[in-house]
């Protein structure tokens, strides 16, 4: 099993899960962020972070949003894969001493 990002994380993008998760196996992609299921150690961590309930388990994920269990699959498949999150926005940054 793994987690899932589905159709609330489009268009926001909300880093905070990446900031918890322990093996970054969440990446960037042009409108939304996707969790490698081959790389998920299916911790939980990133799930109650999402400020925008996005994130499931793969057997939760809600039955309109299904699909995004496949699309997380895939999008790891194509010829442009999502990247590491950028840095320049929700990432946290070091202080300054």
Same mark, same amino acid.
């Given at each position: 099993?793994?987690? +899932?990002?589905?159709?609330?994380?489009?268009?926001?993008?909300?880093?905070?899960?990446?900031?918890?998760?322990?093996?970054?196996?969440?990446?960037?992609?042009?409108?939304?962020?996707?969790?490698?299921?081959?790389?998920?150690?299916?911790?939980?961590?990133?799930?109650?972070e999402c400020p925008v309930q996005a994130?499931?388990?793969?057997?939760? +994920?809600?039955?309109?949003?299904?699909?995004?269990?496949?699309?997380?699959?895939?999008?790891?498949?194509?010829?442009?894969?999502?990247?590491?999150?950028?840095?320049?926005?929700?990432?946290?940054?070091?202080?300054?001493?």
């Open positions: 099993m793994t987690y +899932v990002i589905t159709e609330p994380c489009i268009g926001v993008k909300d880093r905070s899960c990446v900031d918890v998760c322990p093996v970054d196996c969440i990446y960037e992609g042009p409108e939304m962020l996707y969790i490698h299921p081959d790389e998920c150690i299916d911790c939980g961590a990133c799930e109650p994130i499931f388990p793969e057997e939760d +994920v809600p039955a309109k949003w299904t699909h995004f269990t496949q699309i997380n699959r895939d999008v790891f498949k194509s010829p442009n894969p999502p990247g590491r999150p950028s840095a320049e926005r929700g990432m946290k940054r070091p202080e300054s001493g």
